[in-house]
């Protein structure tokens, strides 16, 4: 047996997210997983299971997504990257793809995440290109926001903050910071400060079920007065997400940008 | 009446361009300008003709195209930007729209254009994100590329750099700048000066059908090193786009950045 170490990006919006989903009597949804699975057996004539880093939500992308697979020896010479991209629609890139050691797993190896999400703070107009990649939140107080940041970064409990309905027994993270940083407009190579295009990055040890989305939905309903930086800690304490009403941010503006081992 | 000056930002992907073309018996291709008159006409009860400051091929971006249509003067207090916006579809926005004097004209009025080619210069890999918005040339010698820039500024007559079959009288244009600069990859806020995202920036009185591709297109063939700097020379000199051998770039990777007035 070789294990495939590869790294893949993907644009999220025409899937329902990573994970093939077991629907009994219907056509099986279009998923990253699916179709990776795909190409795969259409390359080896036979089928072979994809392990992800985790799910991504459906809409959510990936910059570099990491998955390990199983082959036979025999197949370990293949040049993966070529032979699978041609097999792949284009909304799936594989960015690098290497032989692993077998203990290398992508998803318990894993030792941390980079989520990226962008917004658009402009009023009103959005350009078409970032319609699917970002959330057009309006204006926001971004100093507001900086403030509820450093209330969530550091080790909590953050099950206030993880999908409603996916109970899971252990919900303490390490939120190892939250920055942000202004994106350039399409085309643009640099951004001014005031760039109505703005990334907010997560690192952390591990993250629930739409944590990133429950947190960036959480920040800009402070970055637009409706919560004070203290409301995180009743959420964090309380671990109840309905205590305060805060949206899960929209999928679109989500990106997996690393996965760290 | 009134005159509406608007500018727009579409996707061009999925479009034949901007331009309605007439196509007998068959169904219309789906234009910027086609889409554009029909949201007109749902709001307006009416059909209006609308100009551009020039014609985009199938496939070429906008990210400022500037239009301009007249409208009785019992329309001219709409709000073009909200009550158009919500009749279109994703791939087209209204950055901006105004009551112009009945002097301007979108394309008579037009003093200049500013293009923007982006380039992915890595091996294999391109980022899904930029599969329909840049040209992936892979690695390219910049220096090389910025000599044969150096001969293709000034006024020059580019009858060589149009499209073959579409002969116009006055091909003379003043091509005032050619620069480039390094892009991020998607959801990074900077780009480190190798970055492999490059875009190239035409700045001129007005271009000719398809020109800024096929300077594209010689740049990357300079930059592969099988054309020199004084080749352009030759081009420009003989008018004759088929005395050597060089691509027009695809249309992916262009996009209308600003038109000048």
């Given at each position: 047996m070789a294990r495939v170490k590869m790294t893949i990006a993907y644009i999220?919006?025409?899937?329902?997210?990573?994970q093939i989903q077991a629907v009994k009597g219907r056509e099986q949804p279009h998923t990253v997983q699916g179709v990776l699975e795909d190409a795969l057996a259409d390359l080896l004539g036979s089928r072979v299971r994809v392990h992800a880093s985790g799910r991504t939500d459906s809409g959510v992308h990936a910059d570099a997504q990491v998955v390990h697979f199983d082959v036979d020896d025999s197949a370990s010479g293949i040049n993966w990257a070529g032979a699978l991209q041609r097999r792949?629609?284009?909304?799936?890139?594989?960015?690098e793809a290497e032989l692993a050691d077998?203990?290398?797993?992508?998803?318990?190896?894993?030792r941390g995440k980079v989520y990226t999400y962008c917004l658009w703070l402009g009023r009103g107009y959005v350009p078409p290109r970032l319609k699917d990649f970002?959330?057009?939140?309006?204006?926001?107080?971004i100093s507001l926001m900086e403030q509820a940041a450093a209330v969530l970064i550091?080790?909590?409990?953050?099950a206030g903050f993880?999908?409603?309905?996916?109970?899971?027994?252990d919900t303490v993270r390490v939120l190892e910071s939250i920055s942000h940083f202004p994106l350039p407009l399409p085309g643009e190579g640099r951004a001014g400060e005031?760039?109505?295009h703005l990334a907010w990055r997560f690192q952390g040890n591990g993250f629930l079920k739409q944590m990133v989305r429950n947190l960036m939905g959480f920040l800009v309903y402070a970055g637009r007065g409706r919560?004070?930086?203290q409301d995180a800690l009743r959420v964090l304490e309380s671990g109840?997400?309905?205590l305060l009403e805060f949206p899960t941010a929209p999928?679109?503006?989500?990106?997996?940008t690393k996965v760290l081992y």
């Open positions: 999220g919006t025409g899937f329902a997210g990573w792949l629609p284009p909304e799936i890139s594989i960015v077998s203990d290398f797993h992508s998803r318990f190896s894993c970002a959330w057009a939140s309006g204006p926001l107080d550091g080790e909590h409990d953050f993880q999908n409603v309905g996916t109970p899971i027994e005031d760039s109505p919560l004070e930086a109840d997400r309905t999928a679109c503006g989500l990106s997996l």
